[in-house]
């Protein structure tokens, strides 16, 4: 996929911390918007972009067309590939997917080397796809939210976000790059669908979709000095593998039931969840969990794929 792999780096946004990459894009030099512009200043100088629309509080009404993909990690060709591949952005980056609405079910972060250029383009995506009458909704995964813990356990790219120094500071909760985090969800519902990182069992549900992110965000803000339970550790809904985890030693044996409370306590028909890598994107609990982490980046070269929701109708779209 020669033009993916060439136009991959989108001009502006750049992937210049790639191991390798002898710095095409040859005559890619139209900055011509001042969105452009502030991207790239901000690749340089490690300052987040700006970008006024947030997300909401997580609870959308139904759409026609909704495109989801999972973890990225850092890889800029993956996504690039995902994005182009499902008619979401043109060859130079930009949302041409309309009114369409696309989830990336979180893990922007870790394993690899373009986060920077990833986080940035998100924040333009989610600015060109609200005034196209899309939307563009990244959520924080596990990945996100260990950066904001201080866990920096899954870095590659060590000159990323200004050195890993800056980077803790960044992130952590009130910094410059949680404040990017903070304009996101960490669970949402589009009419009757559900999208988390890990999953959401039925104590999870209790709290409440919007609860879920306004405790987040107050977390990630600073305003709240104590994170709250449902995104921290292995029970959390960044974290739980219940729907995802297929390992006869690991397997929940009455997940479908615990889908089919939580599902009801969320007022919603299924769930899409990542987190754990599948061959490729599938479903549990008569298509009720839908489990689309393919561990499509690099670090696990896996295929490149995305879940199309039309209507009532999921199926999956492949890549290659
Ligand atoms: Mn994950």
């Known amino acids: 996929m020669a033009l993916l792999l060439s136009g991959s780096c989108f001009g502006a946004a750049g992937c210049g911390a790639e191991p390798g990459d002898d710095g095409g894009d040859e005559g890619d030099s139209q900055a011509d918007t001042g969105s452009d512009e502030d991207a790239e200043e901000a690749g340089e100088t490690g300052e987040p972009p700006p970008g006024a629309i947030e997300d909401g509080r997580g609870v959308y009404p139904d759409v026609p067309h909704i495109i989801a993909f999972g973890d990225v990690h850092g890889d800029f060709v993956a996504m690039a590939e995902v994005l182009l591949g499902a008619g979401i952005v043109d060859d130079e980056g930009h949302w041409i997917a309309g009114e369409t609405w696309v989830v990336q079910v979180g893990d922007q972060l870790d394993r690899g080397y373009q986060e920077e250029e990833i986080m940035n383009l998100f924040e333009q995506l989610r600015v060109e796809a609200a005034e196209a009458g899309g939307r563009f909704l990244a959520l924080n995964g596990n990945h996100e939210i260990m950066q904001a813990e201080g866990r920096m356990d899954y870095v590659f790219d060590l000159e990323a976000f200004g050195g890993l120094e800056a980077r803790v500071e960044a992130f952590a909760p009130g910094g410059e790059w949680a404040l990017v985090l903070a304009k996101r969800n960490v669970i949402v519902k589009v009419g009757r669908t559900v999208f988390v990182h890990g999953g959401a069992l039925p104590e999870h549900a209790a709290l409440g979709i919007e609860n879920m992110n306004d405790a987040a965000k107050a977390w990630l803000v600073g305003d709240v000095p104590t994170q709250p339970a449902h995104i921290d550790g292995s029970g959390s809904i960044v974290w739980d593998r219940t729907y995802s985890d297929d390992d006869p030693d690991e397997i929940v044996d009455n997940r479908c039931e615990l889908l089919t409370a939580a599902?009801?306590?969320?007022?919603?028909?299924?769930?899409?969840?990542?987190?754990?890598?599948?061959?490729?994107?599938?479903?549990?609990?008569?298509d009720r969990a839908w489990r689309i982490d393919t561990g499509m980046a690099d670090y696990y070269g896996g295929p490149i794929e995305a879940l199309e929701i039309t209507g009532d109708v999921a199926s999956v779209i492949q890549m290659e």
Not at 263 to 286: E, F, K, S, W, Y
Request: proline share 4%; glycine share 4%; with cysteine.
């Open 263 to 286: 599902l009801a306590a969320m007022d919603a028909d299924r769930i899409v969840v990542a987190h754990t890598i599948q061959p490729g994107i599938n479903a549990i609990c008569d």
